[in-house]
């Protein structure tokens, strides 16, 4: 697991630490705000609130299947499923910097993807 430095020009975008890793990752309760998330569809946007109380939580989030990217990162909320990158102000990952949806799937929990 490892946590990258997103080079950009100005000094607040350069503090980004992108979140990388090929195994399960224990989170901490986070402190999102909420003018830092994007999102791919519009259709996301009422779902978000999920999300973010699921990171104000904490938790275990899951690199995304199949996907060939270390940095894509599945998020059960209570019923969506929120596919996600996150980009960290520290290594302590206390405070998310940067917050991209890419997708958002209802949570079909008792289903199983075998790869």
């Known amino acids: 697991m490892g946590i990258h430095k997103k080079r950009e020009e100005s000094s607040v975008a350069a503090a980004r630490l992108l979140l990388v890793s090929t195994t399960p990752i224990d989170l901490p309760p986070a402190e999102v705000a909420e003018e830092d998330a994007t999102i791919e569809r519009e259709e996301f946007r009422p779902y978000l609130p999920e999300l973010f109380d699921a990171l104000r939580t904490g938790g275990t989030v899951t690199p995304a299947p199949i ?6 990162f599945v998020i059960d909320g209570k019923t969506r499923s929120f596919w996600v990158r996150l980009w960290h102000t520290d290594q302590s990952r206390i405070r998310i910097a940067r917050l991209h949806v890419l997708s958002c799937l209802p949570r079909a929990p008792g289903f199983k993807i075998n790869i």
């Not at 996907?67 to 894509?72: H, I, R």
């Open 67 to 72: 996907v060939q990217s270390d940095s894509l």
